[in-house]
């Protein structure tokens, strides 16, 4: 069990209490999970995990997700799954994936004079991460640099651009030899160390999100489907992918071994509204309003996602009042939907909004989580529609 005294169980926890004690006046902003739950999103908060190294999160994952599964696994590719049977033998088989790994930097390079030249892991916004600090896995354990921003009023020079080719971070050392007694050597990796904060009591700023979100989704649903297994009228495996965020490898090799038939992909997607207040970009005139505390966003596009299953999920938000947002653009990034097509299957595709992707800050609504919970759950304990049964078993030709 983790102790009270760590900082992201703190900042997490203690607001969570207060909210508890108010929430007979306040009950619209009391987190809608339990202690339990947010004890479990704070440590996946305070585990780094980008792209290529998701070992330690997966490990975690399957520490709480295994001992409620009926199998699960991993493999070379640091992918974990778990599997839920249906009491019905004939039920459909279900893949539901989420990617585990984030954004960061990795160190590529130390000066002469100690600063550690960094480069992306997947595509952070270089502009946000001036002057936060940076947590790397050094050998001997974490060490914190930052990237300072250059007083550009002082020296008369312009401000480092966004997606410059490496960005030197100070460890607060005075040479490379010190950089490398500290832990520090090429390879090593850095995400924010920032700790997360619930704004307005449903509003969770953290970085990371875009992943820890989804891992925390997938544990979730793993205890759904413990207790609800005799409801269950599929057979469902939930997949904690890697390296979502530099190319899909996970899910790809996923897929190319199990083909998968049917799958729902929940992923974070894009608040917008902050570009309302912003000035007109071009690229921004594509993307569709999505809002936080409006639910979880159902992307429609016939032509990419598949019908029976995006129709069901959104009969269900009706029926039972759970609030959802529809989007029928093309996503603004790619997302694990796409080796589950690559390979003949069919996939749906939703998530809450957040905003500030990719940067040491992000910021989520739990209530969009919650709801998008709440509509998986009555998605998997609702009988399959005759359409998606018959694409449960379709035969599938490959060249």
């Known amino acids: 069990m983790i102790g009270w005294g760590m900082p992201s169980i703190r900042f997490l926890l203690l607001p969570l209490l207060l909210f508890n004690l108010c929430v007979a006046s306040m ?56 599997t839920f049977r249906s009491p019905d033998p004939d039920a459909p088989e279900l893949l539901i994936d ?3 790994d984030e954004v960061g930097v990795v160190i590529a390079d130390i000066t002469p004079s100690g600063f550690l030249k960094v480069r ?34 002082w020296l008369n020079r312009e401000p480092l651009p966004a997606g410059g080719e490496y960005i030197l971070f100070d460890a607060g050392v005075s040479s490379a030899e010190e950089a490398r007694e500290m832990g520090l ?26 992943c820890r979100l989804n891992s925390f989704m997938l544990m979730e649903l793993a205890s759904f489907l413990s207790r609800h297994k005799k409801d ?14 530099t190319g899909l490898a996970g899910a790809t090799a ?41 639910g979880p966003v159902i992307f429609t596009h016939d032509k990419i996602f598949y019908q029976p299953i995006t129709a069901q999920l959104l009969q269900l938000a009706e029926e039972h009042g759970i609030p959802f947002q529809k989007d029928a653009a093309f996503p603004p ?11 003949g299957g069919h996939a749906a595709f939703l998530g809450p909004p957040i905003r500030y992707m990719h940067s040491p800050r992000e910021l989520a609504d739990l209530k969009d989580v919650k709801a998008t919970l709440d509509l998986l759950g009555r998605f998997l304990c609702t009988p399959p529609s005759a359409e998606v049964k018959t694409a449960s078993v379709q035969k599938k030709e490959y060249p």
């Open 120 to 153: 992306p892991v997947g595509f952070p916004d270089f502009q946000s991460m001036l002057s936060c600090p940076y947590r790397f896995d050094g050998e001997h354990g974490p060490v914190t640099a930052f990237a300072g921003a250059v007083p550009g009023w």
């Open 333 to 343: 990034g790619m997302a694990n939907f796409v080796p589950v097509k690559l390979y």
């Open 232 to 245: 269950l009228k599929y057979h469902v495996t939930l997949l904690s992918s890697s390296q979502e965020e």
């Open 98 to 100: 989420a990617h585990a």
């Open 254 to 294: 996923y897929c190319g071994r199990n083909r998968p038939k049917l799958a729902i992909v929940i992923d974070c997607t894009l608040d917008t509204v902050q570009l309302d207040d912003l000035p007109p970009r071009e690229e921004n005139e594509r993307l569709s309003r999505q809002a936080m505390g409006e």
């Open 185 to 210: 050597s090429v390879g090593r990796r850095g995400v924010p160390s920032t700790k997360p904060e619930l704004l307005h009591g449903t509003r969770l700023m953290a970085h990371g999100l875009d």
């Open 27 to 82: 009950p619209e902003t009391q987190p809608p999970f339990s202690g339990q739950s947010m004890e479990r999103l704070a440590s996946l908060l305070d585990i780094s995990s980008t792209s290529g190294a998701e070992a330690p999160l997966q490990q975690f994952w399957l520490k709480h997700v295994a001992p409620l599964a009926d199998s699960s696994g991993t493999d070379a590719h640091q992918n974990a799954w778990a």
